[in-house]
């Protein structure tokens, strides 16, 4: 699926059902800002929820040629239990 950061695409995302798990790997054009990648957390978190399944999250980088240029940004399990953080 498509990530909207700011009206605008900002990369896509997939996620992959595993045994009590899902994986989530979001692919961004750009750096977040602090704001957006605390919104993405937020709604790994919020899928993980629905499903009542830990999240791994995994945010990465694309080059302007499209291929990952940079390693994980970050890789940490996203607990479905966590209460997202609210404005």
């Known amino acids: 699926g498509g990530v909207l ?18 994986d989530v790997e979001i692919h961004l054009y ?11 957390e937020t709604a790994a978190s919020d899928l ?8 791994a999250l995994e ?12 390693s994980p940004r970050s890789q940490r399990p996203v607990g479905a239990r966590r209460t997202p953080e609210r404005p």
Not at 5 to 22: A, D, P, V
Not at 48 to 55: A, H, S
């Open 48 to 55: 993980g929820r629905f499903f009542g399944r830990e999240v």
């Open 30 to 40: 750009e750096e977040p800002k602090r704001a957006d990648a605390r919104a993405l």
């Open 59 to 70: 945010t990465k980088l694309l080059s302007e040629s499209g291929v990952p240029g940079w």
């Open 5 to 22: 950061l700011n009206g605008r695409i900002g990369g896509h995302w997939r996620r992959t059902m595993k045994r009590g798990r899902i």
